[in-house]
């Protein structure tokens, strides 16, 4: 019987794997499920993005060949079954199964496995501050809230910008949001 493999997580692992476990065993169903809109994307790319460097979002989302990849992708060129706006949660793994959530619509089911594959990655951590949970206050982790944010610079609704953690990623995003859209930043 064919293997069932499901995948919780479809931006980076979650893709590699469900594309090397349908190269590996052909005849087995995998499906993919995640919680955002968008799957497959180059998150490192996100700050190039806010900043121009990446004119459109599906600059990050794109094969060398100019395809999307999108659930249409994985369904027709990797025979991979993605699934978005699906939450997974819970896991039952004496039944093997994962009871999941649409996002949109609240509706909940089980989803059966044989195999399941956690590749739902890391979230930022937020200190306790007063405030962090206000509107305007964001993290930059998913390419939803880099489309919020390059949306609201074009608009012309950001005037000044603070950026808490000068790492890599805060300091990306200085250089973006200062350099394309005039925005004044403190770090
Ligand atoms: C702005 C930025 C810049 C970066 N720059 C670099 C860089 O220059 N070099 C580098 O090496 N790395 C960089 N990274 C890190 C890199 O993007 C991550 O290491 C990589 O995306 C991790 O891949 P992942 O598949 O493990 O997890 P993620 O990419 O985080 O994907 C996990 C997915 O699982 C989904 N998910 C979580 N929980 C659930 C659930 N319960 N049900 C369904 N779905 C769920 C999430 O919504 C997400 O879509 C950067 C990251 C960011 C955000």
């Known amino acids: 019987m064919a293997l069932n ?5 479809g931006v980076a692992l979650g893709p ?15 499906t993919m499920i995640d919680q955002g809109t968008y799957i497959s994307y180059g998150g490192c790319g996100i700050p190039y993005f806010v900043g121009g460097d990446v004119p459109q979002m599906n600059g990050l989302r794109t094969t060398n060949a100019g395809v999307v990849r999108d659930e249409a ?5 990797k025979g991979v079954n993605a699934i978005c706006h699906t939450r997974a949660l819970s896991i039952n793994r004496k ?19 044989d195999k399941l594959v956690i590749a739902t990655g890391s979230s930022p951590r937020i200190p306790p501050i007063p405030g962090a949970d206000l509107k305007n206050v964001t993290s930059v982790t998913c390419l939803e809230a880099a489309k919020a944010i390059q949306e609201q610079c074009a608009a012309r609704k950001i005037n000044h910008a603070v950026i808490i953690g000068a790492g890599f990623i805060g300091l990306e995003m200085a250089v973006a949001l200062a350099d394309m859209w005039g925005i004044k930043v403190t770090v």
């Open 95 to 113: 039944e093997k199964t994962v009871t999941v959530e649409n996002t949109q619509t609240g509706e909940k089911s089980d989803m059966p496995y």
């Open 5 to 9: 493999i499901l995948i919780i997580g």
């Open 73 to 77: 992708f994985f369904k027709e060129l």
């Open 16 to 30: 590699k794997a469900a594309a090397r476990a349908k190269r590996l065993m052909p005849d087995s169903n995998v």
